[in-house]
C-alpha cells in the first residue's frame, strides 16, 4: 500500500464522503485513489476556491468535514478565500495541499509555496507530512482538531514525491467523535435563577447552537421560561421561525439585518442571553444598555467577555449547557414559574406583524425593476420550508433574503458572513444539496458575486448535483464609480453562459413573470436538472429596519 492509498483508507474510516478540487502533478494520486473509492462522493471543478466552497456548505449542513485537493503552487493559493471564508465561521474542512518535493531547498522555484507561512493565521492547523510514518499521528491529530468544539479549516501538504512511496504498517484507530463539555453547574444555576426572574428576557441563538445540534434544547428551553428568541445571520434556523417564541433573525443588541420585532425586544430587555453566538460588530451595533444583565454561553473562552463583559459567564457545549438549563429550571423553579406567559407571546405576535405590515409593500412590490424583496417572498409562497436549504452570497442579496425568509428546521438556511468571500453561495449550495440529497436547495446570488464563480455551474451539471440558482442582477457592476471613469460596460449574457454549461435558465424583467419563471425552475430541479433564474432587479438599501 503507497501512501495515498493509506491516507485514502483512514479518510474512509473516519466517515469521509465527499472530496472537490483539481489534480495536477503533485496530488494527482491521491486524487486518482479518491476517484476510485466508491465510499467517496468527489466533484471535480473549474476553480480550486469552488472546491472549498462546495466542501464549506456540506460541513455547515452535514456537521462533517469534506476534503479539498490541488496542485501545488498557484493551485494552493487560490484556494485561499474559501479557507479565509471558513475559518471566520468556523467550519471544519481537510485540505490536502500539493508542495514541492519533501527536502527541497527553497529558492524561488517552479510552483513553490511556503504553505505554512501562507495558511498559518487561517488554519487550526497547517503541517507537511515529511515521511510515511508520520501518516497516521497527523491525520489522527488533524480529525481531532476537526472535531474540536470550535472547528475550522487544517491544511495538510502533501510532497509530490511522497504519495507513491510505501506506506508503513497500519495500525490507525479512528480519532474521538465530537468533544463536548458542560458548563460549571452553579453558574448555570444562576443563570436559570435570573432568566427565570428577569421581566424583559431576551435571547441571541448563533451557529454555536447550530454546530452542537441543539434546536432541540434551545426551545424545550424557550418554552419552559417563555424566552423570546432571536438568531444571529450565521445562526439563522437554530431556533424555528414559525415558533410562537421566535423573534426572527437579530443580534445580540440591534443588528444590520434584524426584525423590527428583534431589535424591540433587545432594546427593552433587562436580561440577554447569549448561546454560540460572537459579538460581532453587525450584531452589535448599539451598546448593552446599562443595568442589562448579561449571561453568555460559549465553547470558546476567547469569545467570554470580547465585546462586552458579561455577568456569568458559561464556558461549555451548546447542547450540554442547554441540557443543564432545563434540569436545572425543573430542579429549582416552583410549578408556577414554569408556566407561558401568555403576555409576552402576545406581545411577540404584535411586533412580528406590525413587521410583516411594514414589509409588506417592499415583499408585494410591483416595482420594475424587480424589488428583491419580492423574489423572496415568492420563493417563500413556493417552497415547503421543511424540504427546502435556502442560501445567500455576500452583498446586497445577503439582506433581502435573510430577513423574510422563514426558517423552520436546522440548517434549512444556511447564513454567513464574517469573511463574506463572493462567489461562495454557487459551490456552498453544491457542498449543501451532497449534506441532503432529499431537500430542494436554492442559492440567491448578486451579479458581482456570480461574476466570481459561475463557471463552476458545469461542475453543478458534471457531478449531477442539481441546484436552482437565482441570479439578482441589479447592475452593481456598472453602477461603481471608478467602473463608470473607465466608461466599461457589461456585456455578458447570463442565461447563454449558464445554457452553454448545461443548465437551463430564464430571465425575468417584471413582476408578473417572477412566480411563474421560479416555479418552473423549481420543477426542473426536483426531476434532477440545475437550473437557473435571472432576475432584472433594482438596488435598495439592504435593511428594511424603520430607523
Not at 106 to 125: C, H, Y
Not at 155 to 174: C, F, H, K, Q, T
Not at 239 to 248: I, Q, R
Request: net charge neutral; hydrophobic share 45%; proline share 6%.
Amino acid at each position: 500500500m503507497n501512501v495515498a492509498q493509506a491516507i485514502a483508507k483512514i479518510l474512509i474510516s473516519e466517515g469521509v464522503r465527499v472530496a472537490a478540487g483539481i489534480g495536477g502533478q503533485s496530488i494527482e494520486r491521491l486524487a486518482n485513489v479518491l476517484v476510485g473509492a466508491p465510499e467517496i462522493t468527489l466533484c471535480y471543478t473549474r476553480q480550486e476556491r469552488v472546491a472549498v466552497d462546495i466542501c464549506d456548505g456540506y460541513a455547515r449542513v452535514s456537521g462533517k468535514p469534506g476534503i479539498i485537493f490541488t496542485d501545488h503552487g498557484p493551485g494552493v493559493a487560490n484556494t485561499m478565500a474559501g479557507i479565509l471564508n471558513s475559518y471566520g465561521d468556523s467550519i471544519p474542512l481537510l485540505f490536502f495541499a500539493g508542495v514541492n518535493h519533501r527536502f527541497e531547498v527553497p529558492r524561488r522555484g517552479q510552483k513553490e509555496l511556503a504553505i505554512q507561512d501562507v495558511f498559518r493565521s487561517v488554519t487550526n492547523w497547517t503541517t507537511t507530512i515529511i515521511d510515511p510514518s508520520q501518516v497516521e499521528h497527523v491525520l489522527r491529530r488533524a480529525f481531532v482538531l476537526l472535531r474540536a468544539p470550535r472547528p475550522g479549516p487544517v491544511v495538510i501538504g502533501i510532497p509530490s514525491d511522497l504519495s507513491n512511496m510505501e506506506a508503513a504498517e497500519s495500525s490507525y484507530r479512528a480519532a474521538p467523535d465530537r468533544i463536548r463539555s458542560a458548563g460549571d453547574p452553579a453558574a448555570v444555576e444562576s443563570a436559570v435563577r435570573i432568566l427565570a426572574n428577569a421581566k424583559r428576557p431576551y435571547v441571541c441563538a448563533g451557529a454555536g447552537v447550530l454546530f452542537a445540534e441543539a434546536s432541540q434544547e434551545m426551545v424545550e428551553l424557550a418554552g419552559l421560561l417563555t424566552l423570546p428568541v432571536t438568531s444571529t445571520l450565521n445562526g439563522k434556523s437554530a431556533f424555528p421561525e414559525n415558533h410562537p417564541l421566535s423573534l426572527g433573525i437579530g443580534g445580540v443588541t440591534r443588528a444590520t439585518y434584524a426584525t423590527f420585532a428583534a431589535t424591540k425586544f433587545a432594546q427593552e430587555a433587562d436580561v440577554i442571553l447569549t448561546i454560540g453566538c460572537s459579538f460581532q460588530r453587525h450584531a452589535l451595533l448599539d451598546p448593552i444598555a446599562e443595568g442589562v444583565t448579561v449571561i453568555q454561553v460559549d465553547v470558546n473562552a476567547s469569545e467570554l467577555s470580547k465585546e462586552a463583559p458579561a455577568d456569568i459567564a458559561i464556558l461549555g457545549d451548546a447542547k450540554l449547557v442547554l441540557c443543564q438549563m432545563l434540569d436545572a429550571a425543573r430542579a429549582i423553579l416552583p410549578p408556577g414559574r414554569l408556566q407561558p406567559k401568555n403576555e409576552t407571546i402576545q406581545k411577540i405576535a404584535r411586533a412580528r406583524q406590525e413587521w410583516l405590515d411594514f414589509s409588506m409593500p417592499f415583499l408585494t412590490s410591483d416595482e420594475v425593476p424587480v424589488n428583491p424583496f419580492r423574489i423572496t417572498w415568492e420563493l417563500s409562497q413556493l417552497v415547503d420550508p421543511n424540504r427546502t436549504i435556502v442560501l445567500h452570497d455576500a452583498g446586497s442579496v445577503r439582506g433581502s433574503t435573510c430577513q423574510h425568509y422563514t426558517a423552520t428546521v436546522p440548517h434549512s438556511f444556511v447564513g454567513f458572513g464574517v469573511q463574506s468571500a463572493m462567489g461562495w453561495a454557487l459551490g456552498a449550495a453544491m457542498g449543501a444539496k451532497l449534506a441532503a440529497p432529499d431537500k430542494l436547495v436554492i442559492a440567491l446570488i448578486g451579479d458581482e458575486a456570480f461574476g466570481e464563480t459561475a463557471l463552476d455551474l458545469e461542475s453543478a451539471t458534471a457531478s449531477e448535483i442539481p441546484i436552482l440558482v437565482v441570479l439578482v442582477n441589479n447592475r452593481a457592476y456598472q453602477d461603481r464609480a471608478a467602473v463608470r471613469k473607465a466608461k466599461i460596460k457589461p456585456v455578458g449574457d447570463y442565461c447563454a453562459l449558464a445554457r452553454a454549461l448545461g443548465v437551463s435558465a430564464n430571465r425575468v424583467e417584471e413582476p408578473k413573470n417572477l412566480r411563474g419563471a421560479l416555479s418552473e425552475a423549481i420543477q426542473r430541479v426536483q426531476s434532477g436538472k440545475s437550473a437557473l433564474v435571472e432576475v432584472i432587479a433594482k438596488r435598495v438599501p439592504t435593511s428594511l429596519y424603520p430607523n
